[in-house]
């Protein structure tokens, strides 16, 4: 019989280990030595895996517990399949020259050069079927795609949104339910999932006002208006899809799917290639919406950096948040900011992005943030920036597929030595064909980093997450002592004390800390 590969990179690497530790010795241990005599085990582990090759290193990685993904659009991580599938149910056409969803003719019926959705879920064998969803899923992902000089990554990877767009709101459920479940699968705890509320009421009520500087003034206009109507509607659809959720993964049942393990929060998405008037309305109502439903944790801005709007007006949109910020101190607030590279835009446009992000738009996290060293002044930036404590989410593939950024070319390792706090992340995992795995394993080959390294960025991923309460850790991104309440036991003891106990039921932060080091224990004493 042959063995699988997994199985025997595992009994390798545990024989491996176990010939340099008596048995004694693991015996004898007290709990902090233990651990880490266990950690030091895990990086040898991970050493050998990484010697072994891609398969190895995967598959030690697949196990490894990541603590969160902070930078996810959940439209962008839902697979193509799943996407035709939807279509298919809500009785939408293909147009199979454009390659994307379209709504059938008034009677129902498609129009020339379409064909019904359905009929992907029903006569996929036939060989016509099966062409037409490799072309789809081609054309909603990165899957097969080679530049051309008319048409970029770039361009691919943003034109795959619209062509997949158009299904009914109320699969969000199983959205929610198929990234969870694949989090699940790969040992994560904790997603904050990008999402844009409906916001039709208050785009036709800004373009009925109109722009107006005096910021006071127009956010009045737009209440006296009635834009704060969309926010129970936005806060019942939130309330709706996670239920769904549940439902399909039997969460309150004797027999919960693993997917139910995985807290998930949102992030209210702004469109920001949108005038002025649009995206300050728009914003407004994040923030209001933020306020009223715990659900939602904090506030990004989204579509490419380099569209129109979103270059001309970069400073009055900081300008925006600070104003709100001001109105709304507890709203936190992470921004794509730097996802830029030379020759995309103007040299002017790489030189302040990510600094007025964090200066005027009181960013806590950068989303990207890959031309950091083209800023004015990099070096003070990257010393405010850590000294801030503002987190870098690092998306290492959609750099690379969006911007040509990868290797040597990424600055990760200018972050890494200012010591700017930094995490991983998948950004759109169903565009780019990949998972957080993938994002660790490319970590690790590009840039040499350690198991420690990993385990460090998986910390930090908790320690930045937009939940309420005090950390775990005594010193922010340092991750060397607990707090008082919570030392001198095991991290992650299954029972903790009755005081760090009670530390851990007053904070949803520290207890998902708490959380990742029960994990990290129980998979580092494998090895």
Partial sequence: MRMHPAVAFFLLVMSSVHASTSPGARADAQPVASANLHTLRAERAFKEARKLGPPALHAFLTGMPKGADLHVHLSGAVYAESWIRAAGEDGLCIDTAALRFVKPLAGGSCAAGEIEAQKMLTTIQQPVSQELEDKLIDAFSMRSFVPSSSWSGHDQFFATFSRFSGTSKRHAGEWIDEVASRAAAQNEQYLELMDTPDFAHAAALAQKIGWDADLPALRQRLIDGGLFDEVEPARAAMQTALARRDQIEHCHSSQPAPGCAVTVRFLYQILRDNPPAQVFAQTLLGFET????????????????????????????????????????????????????????????????????????????????????????????????AARHVMVEINLTSNAVILGVQGKDHPLPEYRRAEVPVALSTDDEGVSRIDLTHEYERAAEEFGLSYSDLKFMARTSLEHAFLPGASLWSHPDRFMTPVDVCAHQTLGADKPTNACGNYLKASPRAAEQWELERRLRVFEAQW
């Fill in 290 to 385: 933020i306020a009223r439903e715990p659900g939602f944790v904090g506030i990004n801005f989204v579509q490419p950096e380099d569209a129109f709007y979103s270059m001309r007006d970069y400073t009055r949109q900081m300008e925006m948040l600070d104003y709100l910020h001001r109105l709304y101190p507890q709203v936190h607030i992470s921004l794509h900011a730097g996802e830029l590279a030379e020759g995309l835009v103007p040299p002017d446009g790489l030189r302040f992005h990510i600094r007025q992000a964090v200066e005027i738009g009181h960013a806590e996290r950068i989303g990207h943030g890959v031309d950091v060293m083209d800023e004015d002044n990099a070096q003070a930036l990257l010393k405010e920036m």
